[in-house]
């Protein structure tokens, strides 16, 4: 007679097996909490799917607990039976949830790769080469904003016209027909913008 019968071995294959599912599901739900911290523009169904991906895998991990925990009792009794009910439904709700958390989280993080702004990384932005023989003739200063998230979950940023002697602030807007215009904005301490009439 062996020392490991077929069965105890398959029963701690089985163990082996459930450990693993644990350990990826939980280190993609912590992977995946990690996104919230960094500040990815993220749309409607991004969040949708993450938050899914995230009830599935929680799922997953506690159904892969409850198994878990069924198999040293198993192995404390040699019930080395594999079709075990307290066992076997919650090892097939880990491997399920598993199976359909991860393609869902997956599909969350495409959605937010193809939605992130390649030049994210990029702080600051190139000023224009001006060559030496031409002087600028007023003193007018052309900024961009931060990134920002647009109303469909794209980032964006505004682009901004200064007067750097005066103070006056002009902000770049695109016409429905493409023509580019900068409207006037009232600062504190400065006098109104004049509206075109």
């Not at 644990?22 to 938050?51: C, H, N, Q, W």
Request: glycine share 8%.
């Amino acid at each position: 007679m062996s020392a490991n019968p077929p069965d105890k071995a398959g029963l701690e294959k089985t163990a082996d097996f459930v450990n693993y599912l644990l350990v990826l599901g939980t280190g993609a739900l912590v992977f995946s909490a990690e996104l919230i911290k960094k500040d990815y523009p993220m749309s409607p169904a991004a969040r949708v799917l993450v938050l899914v991906s995230w009830l599935l895998l929680a799922i997953s991990i506690l159904g892969g607990i409850v198994a878990y925990m069924r198999i040293p009792v198993m192995l404390s009794e040699k019930n080395y039976d594999l079709e075990d009910k307290y066992m076997i439904w919650p090892g097939r709700v880990q491997q399920r949830a598993f199976l359909f958390g991860i393609p869902v989280l997956g599909f969350a993080l495409a959605i937010l790769l193809w939605n992130r702004d390649l030049g994210m990384g990029a702080e600051t932005t190139k000023p224009a080469k001006i060559s030496c023989d031409q002087t600028p003739a007023s003193h007018f200063v052309i900024t961009n904003s931060g990134s920002v998230t647009g109303m469909r979950g794209r980032p964006h940023s505004h682009t901004f016209l200064l007067n750097d002697t005066t103070g006056e602030v002009w902000q770049m807007r695109c016409s429905r027909a493409g023509a580019v215009e900068f409207h006037r904005l009232a600062v504190d301490g400065l006098t109104p913008p004049v509206t075109a009439k």
